[in-house]
C-alpha cells in the first residue's frame, strides 16, 4: 500500500535512519512514551519475562539496535544484576545517551556499548546466550543478513527474541493506530524536533515490514528453530521468538 510518501531506495535507507537517530537521541526516551502512549514499557517488560534471563555472571546477551539501553538495563536488572549485555547500536549519539543512563543506573559495570552494524556483527560465532533486538530490526537495510548474524553469533542453545511495531488484527484498533501513526506521530516528531518527514518514514517503515506469519518464515529462514510469536495490544507490537538448536 502508498501512503503519499515517497520512496526510500535501499541503498539510502541507511543514512537516513541514522539522521533520524542522530537527531533524535537526546529526546528519544520521551518521544516513544508520546508515541506508544507509555505501551512500550509494557512491550517491553513482557519481552524480559519471556527471556527469563539466568541469574548468573556468565550469562551473556547481545542486544541490537539497542539505542539508549532500555532493553540491555531491564535484563541486567532482571538477572539481580548478574547479566552482562553489550548494547550494540549503529549510531553513536543513541549509545552516548544510553551510556549516560548506565552510569546513573550504576549499571555500567555490566554493560559494553560497541558502535557497529547489524548486518555485520565485530563478534565471534557462538559467544551469547541470547540475541535481543528492540524496534530495531525493521529500520536494518538488509534484514536477512542482520538475522544470519544473529544465529552465527548465538551459542548452542542460545534464544533471539524480537520486538517490533507488526500487523493490527483488531477491526476497530487498526483505524485508530492507521489515524494516530500517520498523523499524530509526524506533528509530535515536527513539534520536538522541527521536522515531519523522518517520522513518516519511520511510520511507513512499520507498513513495510513483514507481518506475524512472514517474518516467522524469515527467522526459519536463517536455521532458527522451534519458532514463535505473540501479539501485544492487538498486533500492534509482536516478540518473535527462536532457538539455536
Ligand atoms: N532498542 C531500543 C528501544 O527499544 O528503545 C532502540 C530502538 S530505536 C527505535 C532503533 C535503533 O536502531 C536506533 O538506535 C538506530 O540507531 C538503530 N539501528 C538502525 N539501523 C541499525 C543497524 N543497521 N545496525 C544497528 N543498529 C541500527
Request: proline share 4%.
Given at each position: 500500500?502508498?501512503?503519499?510518501?515517497?520512496?526510500?531506495?535501499?541503498?539510502?535507507?541507511?543514512?537516513?535512519?541514522?539522521?533520524?537517530?542522530?537527531k533524535?537521541?537526546?529526546?528519544?526516551?520521551?518521544?516513544?512514551?508520546?508515541?506508544?502512549?507509555?505501551?512500550?514499557?509494557?512491550?517491553?517488560?513482557?519481552?524480559?519475562?519471556?527471556?527469563n534471563?539466568?541469574?548468573?555472571?556468565?550469562?551473556?546477551?547481545?542486544?541490537?539496535?539497542?539505542?539508549?539501553?532500555?532493553?540491555?538495563?531491564?535484563?541486567?536488572?532482571?538477572?539481580?544484576?548478574?547479566?552482562?549485555?553489550?548494547?550494540?547500536d549503529?549510531?553513536?549519539?543513541?549509545?552516548?545517551?544510553?551510556?549516560?543512563?548506565?552510569?546513573?543506573?550504576?549499571?555500567?559495570?555490566?554493560?559494553?556499548?560497541?558502535?557497529?552494524?547489524?548486518?555485520?556483527?565485530?563478534?565471534e560465532a557462538?559467544?551469547?546466550?541470547?540475541?535481543?533486538?528492540?524496534f530495531?530490526?525493521?529500520?536494518?537495510?538488509?534484514?536477512?543478513?542482520?538475522?544470519?548474524?544473529?544465529?552465527?553469533?548465538?551459542?548452542?542453545?542460545?534464544?533471539?527474541?524480537?520486538?517490533?511495531?507488526?500487523?493490527?488484527?483488531?477491526?476497530?484498533?487498526?483505524?485508530?493506530?492507521?489515524?494516530?501513526?500517520?498523523?499524530?506521530?509526524?506533528?509530535?516528531?515536527?513539534a520536538?524536533?522541527?521536522?515531519?518527514?523522518?517520522?513518516?518514514?519511520?511510520?511507513e517503515?512499520?507498513?513495510?515490514?513483514?507481518?506475524?506469519?512472514?517474518?516467522?518464515?524469515?527467522?526459519?529462514?536463517?536455521?532458527?528453530?522451534?519458532?514463535?510469536?505473540?501479539?501485544?495490544?492487538?498486533?500492534?507490537?509482536?516478540l518473535?521468538?527462536?532457538?539455536?538448536?
Amino acid at each position: 500500500t502508498s501512503y503519499g510518501f515517497r520512496e526510500v531506495p535501499d541503498g539510502q535507507k541507511q543514512g537516513l535512519v541514522n539522521q533520524v537517530f542522530h537527531k533524535v537521541a537526546k529526546r528519544y526516551d520521551i518521544m516513544n512514551d508520546v508515541m506508544s502512549m507509555g505501551m512500550h514499557r509494557a512491550w517491553k517488560d513482557a519481552m524480559i519475562s519471556a527471556l527469563n534471563p539466568r541469574k548468573e555472571p556468565g550469562y551473556k546477551v547481545l542486544d541490537v539496535a539497542g539505542g539508549t539501553g532500555d532493553i540491555a538495563f531491564r535484563i541486567v536488572e532482571a538477572s539481580g544484576r548478574q547479566a552482562h549485555a553489550t548494547v550494540l547500536d549503529i549510531n553513536g549519539s543513541m549509545l552516548g545517551v544510553g551510556a549516560e543512563r548506565a552510569e546513573k543506573k550504576k549499571l555500567s559495570g555490566n554493560l559494553t556499548f560497541v558502535e557497529a552494524n547489524a548486518e555485520e556483527l565485530p563478534f565471534e560465532a557462538g559467544g551469547f546466550d541470547a540475541y535481543t533486538i528492540a524496534f530495531g530490526i525493521r529500520n536494518v537495510p538488509r534484514i536477512d543478513a542482520a538475522l544470519s548474524e544473529a544465529y552465527r553469533v548465538l551459542k548452542r542453545g542460545g534464544r533471539l527474541l524480537v520486538l517490533e511495531f507488526s500487523e493490527v488484527d483488531m477491526p476497530l484498533l487498526d483505524k485508530i493506530y492507521d489515524a494516530w501513526s500517520f498523523n499524530a506521530i509526524p506533528q509530535f516528531g515536527k513539534a520536538i524536533t522541527g521536522e515531519a518527514e523522518p517520522y513518516q518514514y519511520l511510520v511507513e517503515s512499520i507498513r513495510k515490514f513483514p507481518n506475524q506469519e512472514n517474518f516467522a518464515a524469515m527467522i526459519r529462514q536463517a536455521g532458527f528453530s522451534r519458532v514463535t510469536f505473540t501479539n501485544y495490544t492487538g498486533g500492534i507490537a509482536a516478540l518473535h521468538s527462536g532457538w539455536k538448536l
